[in-house]
């Protein structure tokens, strides 16, 4: 018999728990288990780094520990890549 005049029963339903898929065993189990693509891990991983930094020519985020930084005119800039350190210093000329 129901709780309500709708006919739906208002038992307390406690909700489902989920494991937090952005803790290291969590997430690879899922990826493992094709839950999260290769993408999505790479993403989280991202999101995780917060020693992150901006390209400073075609502004694409990377990894302190993965830019190269170059000083121009006593300022200093990073990179993602020496293409973009090159690109950017004809962009200048």
Do not use: W
Not at 31 to 52: C, K, R, T
Request: aromatic share 10%.
């Amino acid at each position: 018999m129901s709780n309500n005049i709708d006919g739906f029963d208002e038992t307390k339903v406690e909700p489902e728990t989920t494991e937090d898929i952005y803790d290291e065993k969590t997430r690879k189990e899922e990826v493992d288990n094709d839950e999260i693509s290769d993408a999505e891990e790479g993403f989280m991983e991202g999101y995780e780094d917060d020693n992150l930094t901006e390209c400073a020519y075609c502004h694409q985020m990377v990894r302190n520990k993965d830019c190269i930084e170059r000083e121009i005119n006593k300022v200093r800039y990073r990179f993602c890549c020496e293409d973009c350190y090159n690109k950017f210093l004809e962009k200048d000329e």
